[in-house]
């Protein structure tokens, strides 16, 4: 491909005839080239015509055999150097350009906390593999949709911790997701209460415009010195919409197998009612997943919810290359010129 060069000279190269540099181009009107074929042909025709009808002087001459003589071939010089005249006129006129376009995108992101129970009933097998490992799977892929927003990560059981603030760092916030495990904090429990207040914590002074805490968990709050209704107030005051989505299934569910391969099964129940109260004082929605796909679709509609507007802007420069085909165009249309007017147009002619 031919780079662009500010050498007055540049256009007398022949690497502008060439298949890279000739594909290299956007063309505005690719229809023209193809009437490039046609001249040719048009020419063609019009020598065959002119042939034909070409009048004959009868006359005797003395028999002999003429030999062929290379000079013959000059009479056609002319009409080649116009047909390419003509053709290089339509490169001109499909107007080869090459454009560099450059999209800048700019987002003004929002604040998401990510609070994900890990007590020890998330181990429980009614959302295979585990409600926490569907959990964590769907969390990266929520994470992997996100454009320019800042999240963070709280986990919690009888204790809540902040294990990642907020970063747009998002292969920082998978590496970390996928690290959480059942047991990583000793004291158990669900202290609900806690774990909203260090999210809280986390964007309570973020001047973003929009700051969400999605609350994940299978409990009803036993721990933590906070109450959770408390905690959504404080959410509220710092206009901070809270969702909360209940995971897992109500009744007997399984959790182990046992040495001799039975299924062992625990009662669990969902404390629906309190979660619905800490969204609803949040200004936020509450969802319940009781299927690895439902859980998908709960965060596939936060995500709808709470969607960073991306404004995108495209800067395009174009460079046009029709002026040099024109001036080959012109070179060989005074080359033309010249030759009419010299012998070759008329050796031998008869």
């Given amino acids: 491909m031919l780079k662009i060069s500010d050498d007055m000279l540049d256009w007398l190269s022949l690497e502008w005839f060439s298949l890279s540099t000739l594909r290299s181009f956007d063309w505005v009107y690719p229809l023209v080239l193809?009437?490039?074929?046609?001249?040719?042909?048009?020419?063609?025709?019009?020598?065959?015509?002119?042939?034909?009808?070409r009048n004959k002087i009868d006359m005797a001459m003395f028999s002999g055999t003429v030999k062929w003589q290379w000079?013959?071939?000059?009479?056609?010089?002319?009409?080649?150097?116009?047909?390419?005249?003509?053709?290089?006129?339509?490169v001109a006129l499909a107007r080869p350009q090459r454009i560099n376009e450059?999209?800048?995108q700019t987002a003004e992101g929002i604040d998401i906390v990510l609070v994900l129970d890990v007590s020890g009933s998330m181990e429980l097998q009614d959302i295979k593999p585990s409600r926490l490992e569907a959990a964590k799977e769907t969390a990266i892929n929520f994470i992997d949709g996100r454009v320019a927003d800042r999240i963070g990560i709280v986990?919690?059981?009888?204790?809540?911790?902040?294990?990642?603030?907020?970063?747009?760092d998002y292969e920082l916030l998978r590496e970390n997701i996928r690290t959480i495990e059942p047991g990583m904090i000793s004291n158990d429990g669900t202290a609900i209460g806690s774990a909203l207040a260090v999210g809280i914590n986390r964007m309570r002074d973020s001047p973003a415009k929009t700051k969400?805490?999605?609350?994940?968990?299978d409990g009803e709050n036993t721990a933590g010195s906070l109450d959770p209704t408390m905690a959504a107030r404080l959410a509220f005051a710092h206009q901070i919409k809270v969702y909360t989505i209940g995971i897992g299934k109500d009744g007997l569910v399984p959790y182990d197998v046992d040495a001799n391969g039975k299924t062992l099964l625990v009662e669990t129940q969902l404390d629906e009612k309190s979660l619905r109260n800490i969204a609803s004082t949040g200004e936020g929605e509450f969802f319940r997943a009781d299927t690895r796909d439902a859980l998908q679709e709960v965060f596939q509609s936060i995500d709808k919810y709470e969607k960073t507007e991306v404004t995108e802007k495209r800067f395009r420069d174009t460079y046009d290359y029709y002026q040099v085909y024109l001036k080959w165009a012109l070179l060989l249309l005074v080359c033309w010129m010249l030759l009419k007017n010299t012998f070759i147009t008329n050796v031998l002619e008869d």
């Fill in 102 to 104: 450059q999209i800048e």
């Fill in 212 to 217: 969400v805490a999605i609350l994940i968990s």
């Fill in 34 to 53: 193809y009437a490039l074929p046609v001249v040719p042909l048009l020419f063609l025709a019009k020598g065959l015509l002119r042939l034909k009808s």
């Fill in 71 to 90: 000079s013959s071939l000059l009479r056609f010089v002319p009409d080649v150097i116009y047909i390419l005249f003509i053709m290089l006129v339509l």
């Fill in 155 to 168: 986990v919690f059981a009888g204790d809540a911790y902040s294990l990642v603030p907020l970063t747009t």
